[in-house]
Structure formats: structure tokens, C-alpha cells
């Protein structure tokens, strides 16, 4: 056969060399392995689809590659130039492209072609029309052995050849039709298909999208065919050429060969549809074909980076940082050819990235994105305003201030394009941005996420809902009608009410005011003369539900005349010169509301004419005609043409004065900032009652509260109380005299308390006074109540009931102690002892021990001080203390009120020691059956002396001591825990013979 491209010279050549040195043959052999194995290990197609690119770029014919796989046969065929010998020559020569002055060709380090020796051992190529060449590992080890110079080389390498050094003529070759030059590939064993398999099952349109000169790849495997084309792909390329001084700079570390192809290349390709990459493109840098450098980003990068020598892995360099501001500026510009969707953000890339290369692409991407005019807005930029330099004045002024304003850009045919800088995000409706689009510069159309990541990276301003409603202001606003503001409150959210509590409202007298909170909406045409109150009426054209839902609240009498504003119009109507439009409009509010008396206390503050024709506060004005006129002293009555115009009904719920008026409120606080009525010694009253509240109650921090609070005002000013009692201890007034319930205990109310506390029965208070013909041991300490009440009222107001009330209540022991230590004041023996036993149940706590004490000495009673008073807690000390005055009650009570009064026992003023000499005595055993317990035996004294004083007994260290019967009685009796029988005792000892009668007399007791 023909030897048309010259293989026998190339062998020859090839030979020459390795005879002359082995070494030579042993590092072609290692460099056609490491690309086999190493850079170029899974790059078959790749590299095919690479050949045929060039092919159809030098014959300037559209790129076809057909990959045909039947059994373990691999072929390319592909269209445009047929093989030449510089090409086979090419194919047979290691890092030697004959492509490598060729513009836009891929192929440019002359190794491509090894990626064959991955897979087959016999690779073979021909053109339509012309010889064909063909490689052989067999014959190419066939002829190394054969040559001595090789041998030891060969067996060293374990017979190891490199396979495309030696190239040998073939037969042409079946082109298919249609088709230029076609590759065939045995393929070496299964593994080597199954790879071929999985290659070609990874071929995606980023193999033709970094070979534009290839328009399409065919792959039959096997009977089951599809077709890889690159349609539907958004493609953005920029390139150009090296200038030589760019050459000097750029390609100094690079090889000679790549400094002789002075041009660059840069290609971004995102699919049409929006989404992810397909599956089958591989996230890495293209350069143009794939390499080991991760991008992850969702667009496929091609590129003309150096390569490192491994193939896979960019070179760094000048040239490389070049090249990435490069692919930084096509990448925004790919994003600015994309329509304006969001879809957009997707492809803005965050911060970190895979690698170093695709870090370095993200910075420099997002060194330009947020300055890159890509967003779509519905309203104008703000103006650009800069404020220069003082190197740039024509003359230096230290004290200037100047700035250059820019205009704003004019919309495009589809509106403004803003970059991200100047737009601004609102996550609200499309109908709320359309409203809001001339006042927030920038603003984004409806469907762009505000809390979308991209929204940081490209700066774009988020605004809120609240930023919206500060915006709403100045010239932005001024002239907006009511109706402008209606359609605005139509399309805002209601949901957030926060964010919206700043949002302007007109109203009705054309003001336009902060805030919903505080406005009114009027109902059905609403209520007229209320302009001297103040109000804030939102205009009627403006009236809306988000309104209320912000706090606005709808006129209505009752709502207009709870009004912040009006309550302060009624505060300041006295020192108002139009106070006449104030009552007027007040008035006619509380008619329309149905206000009932004392509902609204603060009412009483209202300037309203007397009858005298001066202006006082309502609160202060009598009803002519009322019951309160006739009662109260020095009263001035309301002008008469107000009674006729409104009526008794409407000025008394105004709060002037016909019955008693009546506070009423609810959940009052007991503390003396929140508690305040107006009323006569309320501070008085609210700390009488946080004493009656226990520790548990008043130690929390927090007040008490009285759920339902009601108190009569003005009593200080009563001038008959007879006739005011009998008002105030009926109905309804009787209500406000019933104790409160503070959280479970029970305590006077402010009306009880206020009577109890003053001079309201006959000229005394009810405290001074106990019910007539109440608990007997009261008498003399308290007088009697006037007739005309009845019992319960009394009791209420704090007359005296029975001696068990007065201790239980606050104060009382001491009150009791106070009047029993009153020389006016007269009790009997019988009495002060009842008493002392009353008070001896008291809990000492509750008492502060009195100065004077009621006491007996020697047989009276009288009034001591405190400091001679002992109390006597056993009889037979009596003797002992009987100059001083007594405390004297049941022995057993003695500790009791020893504590209570803090006096001293008669046992801790005496020592009662006895000092004289006796005889120790039998008891009578007749006493015995009296007084079983009787100690068996005493001592007889002729004169007993006890503490130097005679005694007649004295029970001793447990010794019955004594010098005449009477004595010796008492001690049996007080020995044995029988004080009671201590006189038949006597009797006994005087006549024992009397012991049966004694007995019969005990039995009866």
C-alpha cells in the first residue's frame, strides 16, 4: 500500500533517536503513560470531540462528531478537514500540535490524542478519499525488540512501548456519509468499554458549548441513539487578543508555544429554563474543556486559563488573575442579558466558594454585581449625590460645603433599571408597591423576595413596612387628597399593626397627623360642635377598617367623650376663654352617650356657669331643687338655663350635685399614685387599710387591688347630718357603707371609714359610741347611739357592738385600754375583772403597752401608773404586794397579761422566801377525803414571816407553811389545785365532824 503520509519516515526518525538514546524511548514511553493514565485518563471523547471542532473550524464547515459504540468498537466520525501528514505527524508527537498557529483552535498542547492509549491498543484514523494511518502496540514491541539497542530498555519497562510514537499506513477507511474523517478505536477489554459507556453517557452540551465550531454530537450506543446540541442555552462570550507588551507581562511563566497564541477567551452559558445546571454538566471551570478546578456556581464557565502541566488544574499566575476580572465582567454582563426575573438572584454568587479559583471569581464577581444596573424598578433611582473633593474647587474654601447631584437616569423602553445600590426591596403586595412605587426610589415590583441572599450581596436596601410609614412625609405626601389615602390604607396588610403605628392620617380640619392610635372614624355622618374639644376626626374620605385595627376608634358619644383630648379639654375648661363651645360640646356627649351619674368622675372638672353667673367646676355646682342643696352648707346652684336646656339628668351625670354623688370604679389599685378619686381623705383611708392588710398581701411588690370600688364624695361639706344619714343608710347609697374584699380579707370602705372618723352622730363620732342596750361590759366605756338608725347602719359607720368586735378590730384592744385607763370613766370590780379576761386572749403584738393601767389597791379601784402595777398570778403573794396596784383576774391569765401589758409578776417583785422557824404537822386525815391530793404534812409557824412580813400562809419549795387554820386552808387548797374549795377546807379544820355535810355540799357544786 501506499505510504502516503510518510510513516516509514517517521518511524525511521523515531528509531533513530531511541537507538541513539534509550533514555529518549524511556521517557516518551513515560510521558505517553502519565497522559493516558493521569491528565488524560477519562478525556476520550473530549479529545475526539476536540479534533473534530478543529477539523470543521479549518474547513469552515459546521462541526459534526457521530460516536458510534457497537460491541467493543469505538468510532468518530466527524466532519471538515481530512488528515494531512502534518496532522498524523501531530497525532504521532508528544506536546507538538500542528494546530498551534490556528485562531480558535481547542487543541494546543499537542497531547490530546494519548487519551486514546487509555482505552484501545490499535487506535486507526482516516479521510474520505485518502490513505489512513494506523497505530499498533504489537508491532510497535515487535520492532523494539528486534533492535539491541532497545532490548534491555523493553525488559525493564516489563514490555511496556509507547504506542503512538510509531505510526504505520493502513487501508482507507468506510467513511460514513456525510461524514470527512472517521477514528476507530478497538477497544481493549470490557473495562476499557464500560468506561467508553460511561463517557459517553456523561456527554452534555458543555462539550459544544466550549467548542463552538462543533454544532452537534450524534452517539449511537448500540442501536439506541440521541443527539447533544447546545439550543436553549443563554450564551455571553467576550475575547480579544494580546498586545505584546501583554505578552511580555502576562505569559512570562508560560510555555513558548502558549506565548505564540496571543488570544484569550471567555464563555458564560446558562440554560434558558430556570433552574440548576443539568445533572450531566459537570460543576467545574471549562478551560475550554472540563477540568478539576470546582465552580459552583449555576452557569458553565469556558475559559482559556493556563493549564498546569497535569491538565486538570489551572496555572497561577498574571495571566490567570487577568483573565478572572475577565470572566468577572462577562458574568455580570451574562446577568444583565437575562430577562429581569427573579431568577436573577439565583445566580448571584455568595461569598465562599469550592476552591481557590472559584473564590477568586467570586470576589471579583461581586466587586462589580451591586454597582451592575440588573434590577427591574418601578420608580426612579434616587440622584446620585457626591460630595467632591476640595482638589477639585477652583478655588480652596475650608468652610464649604457643595455637592454634585446627578440627574436621573430617564426609563428605558421597559422602565428603570436600577443596580443593586440604588434599588430598595418592600415585601409587600403588587397593589401596595404600585401605590407606594413614586415615594420609595428604586423600589422592586412585586415577587422578589426581600429576605433572598442575593438582597445583601447586591446591597439592596430592605424597607419595611415601618420605613414605608416614615417615608410618608414632607413633599413626598404634600397635596395627597383623602381619597389618596384611602386607596393606600386599601392595599396595606393589617397584620402588623407595630409596624404600622406611625402611618399618617388626614384629618377632617386638614391637618395630617402620626399614628392611628388617638384617632376618631365618625359613624353615620358623625357628631357636629365637637371642634372646641380638639379631636383628631380622620377625614371622611379617608375613613377606613385598617384605621381601626391601628387603634383609631369610631366616634361615637361614648368614645369621643373617653377621648384623651377631651378629658383634657374638660381638665383645662376652666382657664378656657371658649369655655361655653367646651361645655356645650361636652354636654351634648354625655346626653348621647346615656352617661349615668358618677360614671365618669372626671366630668365634675367641667366649667359650668352658676346661678350667681361666675364659673365653677361642675363638680362643685348643687341642682336646685335637689336633696343635696338642702343638706349641704354655703352650696352655690347651677344656672337655671342650663337646667332648662339639658335637663337634672344630663348636668347631674356631668357631675353636678343633686343626691350624694357616687364614685364608682374598677380594679383599683391601692397605692397612692394609682388610688386618687378626689375625694376627702383618701390617702388616710388607703393607708388605714394596707395596715389591715396582712404581711402575704402587701409584701409582694405589687399594690392590692379592690375589684369594685364606690365611695360618696363631698361629705365634708354636709351641714345636717341627720338628714344626710337617713340618704346615706338607704338605698342606693347604703351600698357604699358595705366592707370591701382586698384578695380575701375583708376592710372598711371609703364611706364607712370617712363617718366612723368623724363627728356625725350628735356631734360625736360613731367609734365614741356603742348600740343601745349592746354588750353590758361596754358600758361606761362607750355612750350610747342616738336613736333613728338602725342597728346595722350604726354598725357599719362604727358604733360600738359587743366587746368581742371591739377587740377583733384594728386598733380595738388598745382603744380599750386607753378607755379603761380613763379616771372619768367608771367600772366595777365585776367589770374590770371581765376585762382583764377578755384582754388576756389578745396577741401582744397587737398592743402597745399602756402608760396607765385600771388596777385595785387596797380594796379600790383606781387608775395607776404602769410601772407600780404587778399582775398576781399566785394568792398566797398577795400579802406580799398588797400596796401596790393589781392587776388581778384568774391565775391562770396572769402570764397572759403580764405579756400583753408588759408588768411584772407579783413572784418577780417578791421573793417570798420564807425566814422564820416551824413545826412540821400532820395533815388531818378528814381533809383527805375533801381534798385528796392534800400534801401529808405541814409547818406551823407561831409567827410566819415571809420576805419580813407577817403572812398567815405562804406554799414554799412545795411546803404547806402557815399560822392559823384560814392559813393552813388556803395552802391545802392552792397546794392541792383546789383554790375553789379552800373555805369548806376551813370548815372542815374547824369542826370535823361537819365532813358528811362538806361532802354532800361537794357533791352538789
Known sequence: MDDVFGTARMRAAVLTAWQASPARFREDANAEEDFALGGYRD????????????????????????????????????????????????????RVSAKRDDVGAAGRFGVGFAAVVSVTDAPSIGSRGSAAVRWSRVETSAIVAGTPELAGELADRGGHVPLLRLPFPAEPM???????????????????????????????????LGLPALERIEIDIDGDERVVTAESWRVVSASGEFTPEQVAELFADRPTEERARPYWSVR???????????????????????????????ALLIVSFPMATDRRHVAKGPLTDFLVEHVAEAYVELLRSLPRTPRLLDLVPALMGKGELDAMIRRAILRRLPDAPLLPALSAPAPAVQTPSFADAELYDPDAEWTVEHPVPEPGPDGWVVSGREAAVVPASGELLEVIAPIVPGLLPAGWPARHPAMTVLGVRQVGLADVADMLSGEVVEGKDPAWWRALYDVLPGDDPEALGALPVPLADGRLVRGPRGTLIMRDGGLEDLGPLGLRIVHPDAAHPLLLRLGAAEATPRTVLEDPLTKAAVAESLDNPDHEAVARAVLSLVDAAGIAPGECPWLGELALRGADGELYAAGDLLLPGGALARILEDGVLVADDLVERYGSRVLVAAGVLDGFAVVNDHDVLLDHDECDHDLDGEDEWLDHVLDLLPDDVTGTGLPPVVADFSAVRDLELVADWPAALELLTRPPLRAALLPLRVQGVEVPSYTAWWLAEHPVLDGRRPREL??????????????????????????????????????????????????????????????????WIALAGVDPSRVAPPERVRAVRDGQIVVADAEEAVVVEAPDLLQLVAHRPLVLAPFDLAEALSELLELPLA???????????????????????????????????????????????????????????????????????????????????????????????????
Open 174 to 208: 468506510d467513511v460514513p456519509d456525510g461524514f470527512d474523517t472517521l477514528v476507530r478505536l478497538p477497544l481493549r477489554d470490557a473495562a476499557a468499554v464500560e468506561a467508553v459507556r460511561v463517557m459517553l453517557a456523561e456527554t452534555s452540551p458543555a462539550l459544544l
Open 268 to 298: 458564560w452559558a446558562v440554560p434558558e429554563e430556570p433552574g440548576p445546571l443539568p445533572a450531566t454538566v459537570r460543576p467545574v471551570v471549562h478551560a475550554p474543556t472540563p477540568s478539576d478546578e470546582p465552580l459552583d456556581l449555576p
Open 770 to 835: 356603742r348600740l343601745p342596750g349592746a354588750d353590758p361590759l361596754l358600758t361606761g366605756l362607750y355612750g350610747d347611739a342616738p336613736p333613728g338608725l338602725d342597728d346595722a347602719a350604726l354598725a357599719m359607720i362604727g358604733v360600738r357592738t359587743t366587746l368581742a368586735d371591739l377587740l377583733a378590730s384594728h386598733g380595738g384592744p388598745e382603744e380599750l385600754l386607753d378607755l379603761m385607763a380613763d379616771p372619768e370613766i367608771e367600772l366595777d370590780r365585776a367589770q374590770l375583772r371581765s376585762l
Open 43 to 94: 478525556r476520550l471523547i473530549v479529545e475526539l470531540a476536540q479534533n473534530a471542532a478543529d477539523a470543521a473550524l479549518r474547513a469552515g464547515v459546521p462541526g459534526v462528531l457521530r460516536l458510534t459504540l457497537r460491541g467493543d468498537v469505538l468510532t468518530a466520525a466527524n466532519t471538515g478537514e481530512p488528515l494531512t501528514a502534518a496532522g498524523v505527524e501531530g497525532l504521532s508527537t508528544l
Open 907 to 1005: 413572784g418577780e417583785v417578791a421573793a417570798g422566801e420564807v425566814t422564820s422557824s416551824g413545826e412540821v404537822r400532820r395533815v388531818p386525815p378528814q381533809v383527805r377525803s375533801l381534798v385528796p391530793t392534800a400534801p401529808e404534812t405541814y409547818v406551823y409557824h407561831d409567827k410566819l414571816v415571809v420576805d419580813g412580813v407577817e403572812c398567815t400562809w405562804r406554799f414554799y419549795d412545795g411546803t404547806v407553811h402557815c399560822s392559823n387554820v384560814e392559813g393552813l386552808a388556803r395552802g391545802l387548797a392552792w397546794a392541792a389545785g383546789q383554790w375553789g374549795d379552800r373555805l369548806a377546807v376551813a370548815a372542815l379544820l374547824r369542826d370535823p365532824a361537819a365532813v358528811p355535810l362538806l361532802l354532800a355540799e361537794a357533791d352538789l357544786q
